[in-house]
């Protein structure tokens, strides 16, 4: 607990003396904040409502590979109560999909639930590559990258791109992906013993690796339908970066499409080291990093990331918390009866 409340420390150490480095801009950062056009902002309630459609579409279209239909009105529920959970229990999933398993328990076993949030992330991280290199391009072709700073930001870019297709293809190689795993878990475990949880162990590789096999499997056996659910978690992605042009717009900017897709990308990249800090403070600051590095004023990408961070972790917290209490008074009911 204590080193994950220096690391917290740090981050808001770096984040006050960015603020403090830039003393002057904080009238111009109150101003702006003033001239939020709530007409527009108010665009972001439907667009933030499709990011949890294409997410309660996912779990439909990954549990039909299974030849298992579960309607979006059963499913769209269990949702909004596992963002819920997750919001204010942050566990790395864990505790949503416990959530999400008891729920569905008569229908979809513990090990489909598993598979389908494993199959979620890799979905996310490739959507996440393509709107990088979509992203890359379209600043090279808007010609937005004449400073220093966003040169520095490509070439990171760049690096993220390269390296993400080369851990696709070690994957595809079984003996190289599981001694991969196994170099991996040495700091993965050295955190873990920080932060006094369990380490990994041979058994969750191994339970990993199978898992990761059998959605390869199903990818291949039914190349439509599992092209379906990787489109749903595609729609997210691109839903995130609505939202944030949706923000900017209601500052009265307009902002290239190509420094919104980076910001992001590499935002979720470096928010790694949130694991430290409870979520809190390293997607933030690297978001305003990466604005003002491609030209962006502080004050500007400050009000936009915060804005956008409290909409979209928030706004829908409300409907999670109803269905979830919802669910658990009727679960009393049926027990009592």
Not at 56 to 62: D, I, K, P, V
Not at 147 to 170: H, K, W, Y
Not at 315 to 322: A, E, K, N, S, W
């Amino acid at each position: 607990m204590k080193t994950r409340q220096l690391f917290f420390f740090i981050v808001v150490i770096l984040l006050g003396a960015l603020v403090l480095r830039n003393t002057g801009h904080l009238e111009e950062l109150f101003q702006l904040l003033r001239k939020v056009n709530l007409l527009v902002l108010l665009l972001i309630i439907p667009v933030r409502y499709a990011y949890y459609w294409a997410n309660t579409r996912f779990y439909g279209h990954f549990y039909l590979l299974y030849g298992k239909r579960i309607s979006y009105r059963e499913l769209f529920p269990a949702v909004m109560s596992m963002n819920f959970i997750n919001t204010v229990i942050p566990s790395g999933g864990v505790s949503g999909l416990t959530y999400f398993t008891k729920a569905f328990e008569r229908r979809v076993t513990h090990r489909q639930a598993l598979l389908a949030q494993a199959f979620w992330y890799i979905a996310v991280l490739l959507s996440m590559v393509l709107v990088l290199g979509l992203s890359f391009l379209i600043l090279l072709l808007t010609n937005a990258v004449v400073p220093v700073s966003s040169r520095l930001i490509l070439v990171m870019t760049l690096l993220l791109l390269i390296g993400g297709f080369i851990v696709f293809a070690l994957t595809l190689n079984d003996s190289i992906f599981i001694k991969a795993l196994y170099v991996l878990t040495r700091p993965a475990n050295w955190i873990l013993r920080l932060l006094k949880r369990s380490p990994l162990t041979a058994k969750h590789i191994e339970r990993f690796v199978d898992g990761y096999h059998e959605l390869l499997e199903l990818f291949w056996d039914q190349p439509k339908r599992a092209v379906q659910p990787f489109m749903d978690a595609f729609t997210t992605i691109c839903v995130e970066l609505v939202s944030i042009t949706i923000v900017f717009l209601a500052f009265g900017t307009l902002v290239n499409p190509g420094a919104v897709g980076v910001a992001y990308i590499l935002a979720m990249f470096f928010s790694l080291a949130s694991v430290f800090t409870n979520g809190i403070g390293a997607y933030e600051a690297a978001m305003v990093e990466v604005f003002t590095a491609l030209g962006y004023p502080l004050e500007l990408s400050i009000s936009v990331t915060a804005l956008y961070r409290l909409i979209s972790v928030w706004m829908f917290i409300p409907f999670g918390l109803y269905f979830y209490r919802h669910r658990v008074a009727r679960e009393i009911e049926e027990e009592e009866a």
